[in-house]
């Protein structure tokens, strides 16, 4: 039976009055077929991305049974927490650790979040104080479980969430440390976007003869996405981006690029410009990173600028348009890149830049979605040239940067044109064809 309401699940009278207090009424798909077997005690696989409300639907259910299992955390509190919920990176531990927080604020659950990046000793009084639920990095927890600043063997519910992440930053091996202190009998939760061998292997391993709940929404948000793309030099990339940027109707705007250095670049190039952006990825510190998304999330920087680490599991709402920098080296990455907007029904645009030697990766980009990208401006002559290399990513930002306007004057087809009153082809292909005025109305 689906249920239409979150009323319908049974769930505790003080969840019920938080979920009414953010005008939760009606469930996701993925929370109308997770929650009635979760609360049954079911194992579970989901494959499902951020943007489902995947957290909500396994929120809900542990802090159901929690509270009803063992009543509320008082003085007597267990120091061994009953709830593990595995996160790949800072930003979605602390997203989770929210949610948490407000589906439970009615609740005598006590809670905390721990990550790496910063000074473990609050986290350590946090567990010290006891704790019911922890979100937290598989690798600042290992680091605490071997200082014996806590220990599993109370564990009831776990849940791996983007499992598929974890394996590509190389967590798995800690996860697995991880589990193998835990009791064997508990509730295991697996959620992945993708299912690569060895996480169909981990999930075997984990789960006692699970629901399995397929949500995949890229596959219908992608059919919203208006997806184009420009044909450009390296070098002229940051000048189309500044001039894109100029239509107020990009209003919210995540910018993707391959790697650190550039995301930097990225956004130091656009503030000069008078653009307000911010850059995010691994090597800020965990307190730049919180507020560079506060200043993204309130509106107050109009771009974020990200790596696709860095980006995962950060869901903020209202995004209007993804501009692909540079193309990602994975295809499936750009279905995860564009599906931060066309959210919650919403329409989207995703623009990107395809320099010659990033041709190789939109060919698999294109076979990956079944469809062609919409080309502003010219398109590409000769044959595709040979991927970029592991190196050439990196960018060599000094010598593109100090020759970007000679080199984007040799892209355009029509650059004897003068550049003030009549525009180039290109230009003209773009303000007729491009963001500018499919957004404006």
């Known amino acids: 039976m689906t249920h239409?309401?979150?009323?319908?699940?049974?769930?505790?009278?003080?969840?019920?009055?938080?979920?009414?207090?953010?005008?939760?009424?009606t469930p996701t798909p993925i929370q109308a077929q997770a929650i009635p077997e979760l609360l049954k005690g079911r194992d579970m696989l989901g494959i499902a991305q951020t943007g489902t409300g995947k957290t909500a639907a396994f929120a809900?259910?542990?802090?159901?049974?929690?509270?009803r299992n063992h009543g509320h955390s008082g003085a007597n509190a267990p120091r061994s927490p009953r709830a593990l919920i595995l996160a790949p990176t800072r930003e979605l531990a602390i997203q989770i650790g929210e949610e948490f927080h407000a589906y439970g604020k009615n609740l005598h659950l006590r809670q905390t979040v721990i990550f790496g990046g910063v000074s473990q000793k609050p986290q350590c009084n946090a567990l010290a104080r006891g704790v019911d639920i922890v979100i937290a990095t598989p690798?600042?927890?290992?680091?605490?479980?071997?200082?014996?600043?806590?220990?599993?063997?109370?564990?009831?519910?776990?849940?791996?969430?983007?499992?598929?992440?974890?394996?590509?930053?190389?967590?798995?091996?800690?996860?697995?440390?991880?589990?193998?202190?835990?009791?064997?009998?508990?509730?295991?939760?697996?959620?992945?976007?993708?299912?690569?061998?060895?996480?169909?292997?981990?999930?075997g391993e984990l789960l006692s003869d699970p629901i399995r709940v397929e949500v995949t929404p890229q596959a219908t948000p992608i059919e919203r996405i208006e997806q184009s793309i420009y044909h450009i030099e390296a070098g002229g990339k940051i000048g189309l981006l500044s001039d894109i940027m100029n239509n107020p109707a990009l209003s919210r705007v995540i910018v993707f690029?391959?790697?650190?250095?550039?995301?930097?670049?990225?956004?130091?190039?656009?503030?000069?410009?008078?653009?307000?952006?911010?850059?995010?990825?691994?090597n800020k510190s965990q307190g730049a990173r919180q507020r560079a998304?506060?200043?993204?999330?309130?509106?107050?920087?109009?771009?974020?600028?990200?790596?696709?680490?860095?980006?995962?599991?950060?869901?903020?709402?209202?995004?209007?348009?993804?501009?692909?920098?540079?193309?990602?080296?994975?295809?499936?990455?750009y279905v995860h890149r564009?599906?931060?907007?066309?959210?919650?029904?919403?329409?989207?645009?995703?623009?990107?830049?395809?320099?010659?030697?990033?041709?190789?990766?939109?060919?698999?980009?294109?076979?990956?979605?079944?469809?062609?990208?919409?080309?502003i401006g010219d398109e590409p002559t000769g044959p595709i040239p040979k991927a970029l290399g592991n190196g050439r990513g990196n960018g060599g930002g000094k010598g593109r940067g100090q020759g970007r306007n000679k080199e984007r004057n040799k892209a355009p087809s029509n650059t004897n044109k003068p550049r003030n009153g009549q525009q180039p082809k290109r230009r003209q292909g773009r303000n007729r064809k491009g963001p500018s005025q499919r957004n404006a109305a």
Do not use: W
């Not at 564009?338 to 939109?362: D, K, N, Q």
């Open 4 to 25: 239409t309401n979150f009323s319908g699940f049974g769930l505790a009278d003080p969840i019920q009055r938080a979920l009414l207090a953010r005008n939760h009424v």
């Open 60 to 67: 809900l259910p542990i802090l159901h049974q929690l509270s």
């Open 139 to 203: 690798g600042r927890l290992l680091d605490l479980m071997n200082q014996r600043q806590l220990v599993m063997s109370a564990i009831e519910h776990l849940v791996l969430d983007e499992a598929d992440r974890m394996l590509d930053m190389g967590f798995i091996r800690d996860v697995r440390k991880i589990i193998q202190t835990m009791p064997k009998k508990r509730q295991s939760l697996l959620f992945s976007a993708t299912m690569p061998g060895e996480i169909s292997n981990l999930s």
């Open 257 to 282: 690029t391959r790697t650190k250095h550039r995301a930097n670049h990225v956004a130091e190039k656009l503030g000069k410009s008078g653009i307000d952006a911010e850059a995010i990825h691994g």
């Open 293 to 333: 998304l506060k200043r993204f999330r309130d509106g107050h920087a109009r771009v974020l600028v990200a790596t696709d680490i860095a980006a995962r599991g950060i869901d903020v709402t209202g995004i209007t348009h993804v501009i692909n920098f540079e193309l990602p080296n994975e295809p499936e990455s």
């Open 338 to 375: 564009i599906g931060r907007t066309a959210r919650a029904g919403a329409g989207g645009e995703a623009v990107s830049f395809c320099e010659p030697a990033e041709r190789a990766y939109l060919r698999d980009i294109e076979r990956l979605i079944q469809r062609r990208l919409t080309v």
